[in-house]
């Protein structure tokens, strides 16, 4: 090896991946494919040669010697500064126990488990239904040139199922969805088809609210995607190392209310869990921000270099793919407030439930959300449904009028898109009181 190489590193990941989806109690499509890829970085004097393989053999020395030999070329010529901040834990976090290994079960039971779940979906006013499983078995092993090396299995597997509801010329959608790592998830879950299919209809009779400024209260769901899209991406060490987060200045400040605590937490047994890191760092509980107070930001070796405040551990990628930063398991930390005085202490207001998607700029600090559902808060008391609403804020601003936490913490999992890289994650929150928020509406009040 070229004496300027100052680092090199192998990711392979092996495996499997099972999927499962049923159009309107049809099997449109069931299979399983496998993969064998592998991502090789080398630093050269100032920047990195990066080599993708696909398929990759392991057991082929030569082959890796070539394909070595060709990162390191490419690393020679590369003019960008690159630092690593040291690795301070690579011992592989435990994997938890399966209930029932996904793997073992044949894909017909798995379909006829997941046709259980979107038939009972068929609610009268229902007209479509889909559903969809997905599994993913995944051996990773990581090597560098300090001679370190580490390997790890991990099996995920989840189902989602959508109602669709229809009524003179109106089209409203319920949506659940599961994903685990601790086994299947599929049996005796009709109940969330039926949920799926209720919540469908029941927003067909639901009413479009005006927006405006008012007193609001997010569900665990809501909640969470404020924690991981408004400030979970706005802590990652890239996007502050690039001057593109409205976090990047704020270590040490008062940024939201003393009620505030947002974590993000690789090791926690949720669907963003990771034994490693993609640079085979293990992750570790990060607290971003601690008693409504900015404390560290989430770092990939090299983001941790150049910006500090903060932790390694929080690089991911796809197997095949570049390491980025990147959250696992963020939310909200739970308070001590109960879901009825929340409620009674908002007096009139809005409950904002689900998502249905948005946007968020973490660098001008902007958001806006879209709920699945709401409940219009009069008198301290829920009263009817209503449709179509959305939140729309500051970060910053939004942190502060933070006044009451629940004590009801619920993580919900999924995946997140960056740098055209999906990767499973999950986050929550307790129920939230916020004192003023921005509300969008398509009807009258």
């Known amino acids: 090896m070229d004496s ?7 990711r392979h990941v092996s495996g499997e991946h099972t999927g499962i989806d049923i159009d309107n109690g049809e099997i449109e499509s069931a299979g399983v494919t496998f993969f064998s890829k592998a991502i090789i970085r080398a630093l050269g004097p100032r920047g990195w040669g990066i080599v993708a393989v696909s398929p990759f053999d392991p057991d082929d020395k030569g082959a890796l010697r070539d394909y070595l030999l060709r990162a390191e ?50 609610l009268p006013g229902v007209s479509n239904t889909r559903g969809t499983y997905t599994e993913r078995f995944e051996a990773v092993t990581f090597l560098d040139s300090t001679g370190y090396e580490a390997s790890y299995t991990t099996c995920r ?34 109940e969330d088809g039926i949920k799926a299919g209720t919540r469908a209809v029941a927003l067909l009779n639901a009413r479009a609210v005006k927006g405006g400024r008012m007193r609001a209260v997010l569900d665990p769901e809501l909640g969470g995607v404020f924690a991981h899209e408004a400030v979970g991406h706005a802590s990652e060490g890239d996007l502050v190392k690039d001057g593109a987060s ?5 270590i040490g400040s008062t940024i939201g209310s003393h009620i505030v605590t947002i974590i993000d937490d690789p090791t926690m047994h949720a669907f963003g869990f990771e034994p490693l890191d993609a640079e085979g760092v293990a992750g570790r509980r990060t607290a971003i921000i601690e008693a409504g107070v900015m404390k560290r930001f989430l770092h990939s070796r090299e983001t941790l270099a150049a910006v500090g405040n903060g932790d390694s551990g929080h690089a991911r990628a796809m197997p095949g793919d570049l390491p980025i930063v990147r959250m696992s398991n963020t939310y909200i930390a739970a ?14 207001g809005i409950l904002l439930g689900g998502s249905r998607g948005g946007q968020v700029d973490p660098g001008r600090g902007v958001f806006q959300f879209n709920a699945e559902f709401g409940y219009l808060i009069e008198g301290g008391e829920l009263t009817e449904m209503v449709r179509d609403v959305s939140l729309t804020g500051e970060i910053l601003s939004t942190l502060h009028a933070i006044t009451l936490c629940g004590d009801d913490l619920r993580m919900h999992p999924g995946y997140c898109g960056k740098g055209g890289q999906s990767v499973p994650v999950s ?17 009258d009040a």
């Open 427 to 443: 986050d929550g929150s307790p129920h939230l009181l916020l004192s003023e928020a921005i509300i969008g509406g398509s009807g």
């Open 73 to 122: 070329k490419a690393a020679v010529v590369t003019a960008e500064d690159v630092v690593l901040a040291d690795a301070p834990d690579r011992k592989p976090l435990p994997v938890p126990p399966v209930k029932e290994d996904p793997t073992k079960v044949p894909l017909e039971e798995k379909g006829a488990l997941l046709m259980q779940i979107t038939d009972a979906a068929k």
């Open 246 to 250: 409205v976090l990047k200045d704020q």
């Open 157 to 190: 597997s989840g189902f989602s199922v959508m109602a669709v509801a229809k009524q003179n010329g109106t089209m409203q959608m319920g949506y659940i969805r599961d994903h685990s790592i601790d086994g299947l998830n599929l049996r005796g879950r009709t």
């Open 335 to 348: 308070g001590d407030a109960r879901y009825d005085e929340i409620i009674e202490e908002c007096r009139d």
């Open 4 to 10: 300027r190489l100052r680092y090199w590193d192998i």
